[in-house]
């Protein structure tokens, strides 16, 4: 579907002396989770020397579409993690969970923007399209969890679910129903759903778009509240998939009695939302929510001007990532 540009996850290339093969060789402990069937590929990033020392665990949850974990090109490898991970790995193991029937390791030259592609079909695999919506992921991800706990390796006195983007919406809803959660990490987030960002976008890109009429985005919504179960193998997201992340966050987030750190750039299209949110928390006395505003930045935090041109050789995600970190110790 058009306009959900926003919810793409930044890749920093990271290079490596030798092409390698496995997760293991890329630093991270591999395991496979039986889910309803499906293989899900799990990674683990702990301090060198200490994948068997008990800490809690940094439960991240990234954003939209088909990105294998590990991409590979020209010997190295693209960041896993948007952030670097050293000062997180201190005090945590990170976790990632993989998107449904997408391979682990890819090399860039056989994807499609970054995107794992069904070669015969050139769309979206139907198994992927199947379970892309946000039912599966919080099932999913809470099974995950559920296993992880059992670990000698996890200290079970803490839980951090960190999001990005999309993820943001699926932590939300995952810390409503595992009360096991002990701090949520609201990042990159529209507390009023997915479609609202797709409409703000069109609104402003009509202003020198003129093929963009965000009429056509309400038909679409329209057509897929008539369907809202509807999945199919599109070239975007299914109806079931976009329906449920636009029913809007927000609604988790007020029952949440955890502590909350809601973070974006002011330059997002969600920003307005987070602030609208901000207020009417003020209002309600959540106590619990902490607010962190990045002025002048764009969704993945890189800085845009009142043009709308992003300057991306402004990296600014291991600063997002410290505040997390100052946040957690207070």
């Known amino acids: 579907m058009r306009g959900i540009v926003f919810l793409y996850v930044f890749f920093i290339p990271i290079l490596l002396v030798s092409q390698s093969r496995t997760p293991k060789d890329f630093g991270f402990r591999h395991i496979v989770f ?96 199947k379970r892309n919506h946000l039912d599966y992921y919080v099932d999913r991800d809470i099974k995950v969890l559920e296993f992880l706990l059992k670990r000698k390796w996890v200290k079970k006195n803490k839980l951090v679910v960190s999001t990005h983007s999309e993820g943001s919406t699926i932590g939300s809803k995952l810390c409503v129903l595992y009360p096991k959660v002990t701090h949520l990490i609201y990042s990159g987030g529209n507390p009023f759903g997915r479609y609202i960002n797709i409409i703000r976008q069109n609104r402003f890109e009509e202003l020198s778009d003129s093929t963009v009429n965000t009429e056509d985005a309400y038909n679409q919504w329209k057509n897929i509240v008539r369907e809202p179960q509807q999945i199919d193998n599109s070239d975007g997201d299914t109806y079931k998939g976009t329906f449920g992340f636009s029913i809007p966050p927000i609604n988790y987030l007020r029952k949440l009695k955890i502590p909350v750190l809601v973070s974006y750039g002011t330059m997002d299209y969600c920003s307005p939302f987070n602030d609208y949110m901000r207020l009417e928390f003020i209002q309600k006395g959540k106590s619990n929510f902490t607010f962190k505003p990045y002025i002048g930045l764009e969704h993945n935090y890189f800085p845009k001007d009142k043009m709308g041109v992003v300057n991306h050789n402004e990296f600014n995600w291991n600063k997002v990532s410290s505040d997390w970190l100052k946040w957690l110790d207070k």
């Open 34 to 129: 039986n889910y309803k069937g499906d293989d899900v590929d799990i990674l683990v990033k702990s301090k060198k020397g200490e994948i068997d020392i008990p800490k809690p665990l940094f439960f991240f949850i990234q954003g939209s579409l088909p990105h294998p974990l590990i991409i590979t090109e020209n010997g190295g490898n693209y960041g896993v993690f948007p952030f670097d991970t050293d000062s997180i790995e201190q005090k945590y193991h990170l976790v990632i969970v993989g998107k449904p029937f997408t391979p682990v390791i890819v090399d860039k030259n056989k994807l499609k923007d970054f995107q794992f592609i069904d070669s015969t079909t050139n769309r979206f695999s139907k198994e992927y399209i």
